[in-house]
């Protein structure tokens, strides 16, 4: 498997096109004042709304159907593999 930086990165992958691409973001259209491409198009309207229904309640959800016990347990569990064992 490649790493990360082994990976190539496209072509116009500077700060000038990441700026641009914030900024139209952020004003909601693209710099010459044509609309944003649609990132839901082609899908299931119905789809995409449930996606959303669950996305938004998924880790409260989670967290409220959990003790405080095994939340404290997972959370160390995480730590470890992210720290290491020390």
Known sequence: MPTR???????????????????EQAIGEQWD???LSDKDAGKNPAAVA?????GAKGGKARAEALSPKRR???A???????????
């Open 72 to 74: 404290s347990a997972i």
């Open 33 to 35: 004042g044509s609309p």
């Open 5 to 23: 930086s082994s990976i190539p990165t496209p072509k116009d992958h500077d700060f000038t096109r990441t700026a641009l691409r914030v900024v």
């Open 50 to 54: 449930l996606g959303r229904l669950g």
């Open 76 to 86: 160390k569990k995480a730590a470890k593999a992210r720290w290491g064992a020390s």
